[in-house]
């Protein structure tokens, strides 16, 4: 996808990332793969088509957590959910709110269950970051093939187009 389609796709409803973590960490928050297209996998003349490895992937997820929602009830959007990914202090963010919890009782069990918590959340992620790693290899891989002034994708199998246009090496 080219930046433009990366755009249309992102107003359409989905959120678009190359990173394999993030996505992975995602879905561990809810946030569903797109049903029909999960991912996407272009050759282009920086990244090109070589057996057995991948082009420019990316992992197409829903816009919001189907697990989790902000104070108000909403659920989250991804896009909040990946600013977190970056943000060096969401844990003291976290800590802060927990330190505010009057009963001393509660603040420790609180704090007692989050590691766990985080551990289990740990191996959803990483459980997710296996199988969508293997996404790419079941995609129909697409060339980003530019000609003049003229850019479009064309399906990798699509061998008479290519001959068609005079694209083909």
Not at 9 to 20: E, H, P, R
Not at 149 to 161: D, N
Request: overall charge positive; proline content about 5%; aromatic content about 8%.
């Amino acid at each position: 996808m080219n930046e433009a389609q990366q755009l249309a796709a992102l107003k359409s409803g989905q959120y678009i990332t190359g990173s394999t973590d993030l996505a992975a960490s995602l879905m561990a928050c809810g946030v569903e793969p797109l049903k029909d297209s999960p991912c996407s996998n272009t050759f282009t003349k920086d990244k090109p088509y070589r057996a057995g490895r991948p082009g420019n992937v990316l992992f197409h997820l829903e816009k919001h957590s189907q697990t989790f929602t902000d104070a108000g009830g909403a659920p989250l959007m991804a896009e909040k959910l990946a600013g977190a990914w970056e943000d060096p202090e969401a844990n003291e963010k976290l800590d802060a709110l927990i330190d505010q919890v009057e009963d001393e009782s509660l603040r420790k069990k609180i704090q007692a269950a989050l590691p766990f918590a985080i551990m289990s959340h740990h191996r959803a992620a990483m459980g997710n970051r296996g199988m969508i790693r293997k996404w790419w290899r079941n995609v129909t891989p697409w060339v980003l093939i530019k000609k003049g002034k003229k850019t479009f994708l064309l399906p990798r199998t699509a061998k008479k187009t290519a001959k068609k246009w005079g694209i083909t090496k």
